[in-house]
């Protein structure tokens, strides 16, 4: 972990920096106990340093054990800490769901929790991407992803659409 947030941080804003973390997703992939030891780390730590590891931990952790880290990654969407909730949120989206309808339902049944939580653009441009990509695991989905998209849409933000950070 440290040697991959040294060189996210050696690149800055250059937009490969994230592409780290895909190698980073396969490292942990290779011991199940890893997924859970970076979320033990990023949840031991109060400064935040490690917040960006909690989307590739999920996702390596859903690669593994999909239902338990879909269930962590709903319950670190409803986190007070506004960042935690921003990566999983986002995590939400990016897990593959491997066509099990029952998870994507539950993960779209947060997302729909969350909009009511509170407002911030970069949360709700989580919001939005993950739940296009749910729609895209379940078509039916559809009149819920419209609802949802008017319920961002009524804050009228730029900022919601073009929020880049959140993605990593």
């Given at each position: 972990?440290?040697?991959?947030?040294?060189?996210?941080?050696?690149?800055?804003?250059?937009?490969?920096?994230?592409?780290?973390?895909?190698?980073?997703?396969?490292?942990?992939?290779?011991?199940?106990?890893?997924?859970?030891?970076?979320?033990?780390?990023?949840?031991?730590?109060?400064n935040g340093e490690w917040l960006?590891?909690?989307?590739?931990?999920?996702?390596?952790?859903?690669?593994?054990?999909?239902?338990?880290?879909?269930?962590?990654?709903?319950?670190?969407?409803?986190?007070?800490?506004?960042?935690?909730?921003?990566?999983?949120?986002?995590?939400?989206?990016?897990?593959?769901?491997?066509?099990?309808?029952?998870?994507?339902?539950?993960?779209?049944?947060?997302?729909?929790?969350?909009?009511?939580?509170?407002?911030?653009d970069h949360l709700y441009a989580?919001?939005?991407?993950?739940?296009?990509?749910?729609?895209?695991?379940?078509?039916?989905?559809?009149?819920?992803?419209?609802?949802?998209?008017?319920?961002?849409?009524?804050?009228?933000?730029?900022?919601?659409?073009?929020?880049?950070?959140?993605?990593?």
């Open positions: 972990m440290d040697c991959v947030k040294h060189l996210v941080a050696e690149a800055g804003n250059d937009m490969a920096a994230g592409t780290i973390f895909t190698p980073f997703i396969k490292y942990c992939e290779a011991d199940s106990n890893r997924p859970k030891e970076v979320l033990q780390i990023v949840s031991s730590t109060e960006d590891f909690i989307l590739s931990a999920i996702i390596a952790g859903s690669n593994l054990q999909l239902s338990e880290y879909v269930d962590i990654a709903i319950e670190l969407s409803g986190n007070s800490n506004l960042k935690i909730q921003i990566q999983a949120t986002f995590a939400i989206g990016r897990i593959n769901y491997s066509s099990d309808i029952p998870l994507v339902e539950n993960a779209f049944k947060a997302l729909e929790k969350v909009i009511k939580s509170k407002y911030d989580a919001i939005l991407k993950s739940a296009f990509s749910l729609f895209m695991v379940d078509k039916s989905l559809e009149d819920k992803l419209i609802k949802l998209y008017h319920s961002v849409m009524a804050h009228k933000s730029d900022f919601t659409l073009k929020d880049r950070k959140s993605v990593v």
